[in-house]
Nanobody
Framework: QVQLVESGGGLVQAGGSLRLSCAASGRTFSRYVMGWFRQAPGKERESVSAISWSGSRMYYADSVKGRFTISRDNAKNTVYLQMDSLKPEDTAVYYC????????????????????WGQGTQVTVSS
C-alpha cells in the first residue's frame, strides 16, 4: 500500500505563513492525484486544494484561494501546501490524500474519491 506522512504544522499568529509537506512511500508506481483536506473541531472534513499528476491542473476552495498554493515534486513523491495570510478560521487538522489515476491532468476534490490518507498535522492560527 501507499503511506502518506504530513509535516509542517504548528502554531502561528494571524497573518503568518506555514508550509505543509506530504511525503508518499510504498507502492508509488502509479500516477496519483494529490489533495489537501482539513477538519476543524465540530466540523466535517472539507476540501482545501488538489493537484493533478502533471501539476498543470489545480483546485482551491474559495476560502483559501489567493492565500494557499499547492505544488508537487514527483521525483521526491512529495506534495506541498504553502499557506500565507493565515486566519484563525484556518485552524484545523490538515490531511493529505492520494488517488490513483490513469490521467496526467485530472484532479478530484471530494474526500470519498481518495484512496489513501495521511495521519494529519495540526495547524493553529491565533488572533
Amino acid at each position: 500500500q501507499v503511506q502518506l506522512v504530513e509535516s509542517g504544522g504548528g502554531l502561528v499568529q494571524a497573518g503568518g505563513s506555514l508550509r505543509l509537506s506530504c511525503a508518499a512511500s510504498g507502492r508509488t508506481f502509479s500516477r496519483y492525484v494529490m489533495g489537501w483536506f482539513r477538519q476543524a473541531p465540530g466540523k466535517e472534513r472539507e476540501s482545501v486544494s488538489a493537484i493533478s499528476w502533471s501539476g498543470s491542473r489545480m483546485y482551491y476552495a474559495d476560502s483559501v484561494k489567493g492565500r494557499f498554493t499547492i505544488s508537487r515534486d514527483n521525483a521526491k513523491n512529495t506534495v506541498y501546501l504553502q499557506m500565507d495570510s493565515l486566519k484563525p478560521e484556518d485552524t484545523a487538522v490538515y490531511y493529505c490524500a492520494a488517488k490513483a489515476t490513469a490521467y496526467s491532468n485530472s484532479y478530484y476534490y471530494q474526500p470519498g474519491e481518495y484512496d489513501y490518507w495521511g495521519q494529519g498535522t495540526q495547524v493553529t492560527v491565533s488572533s
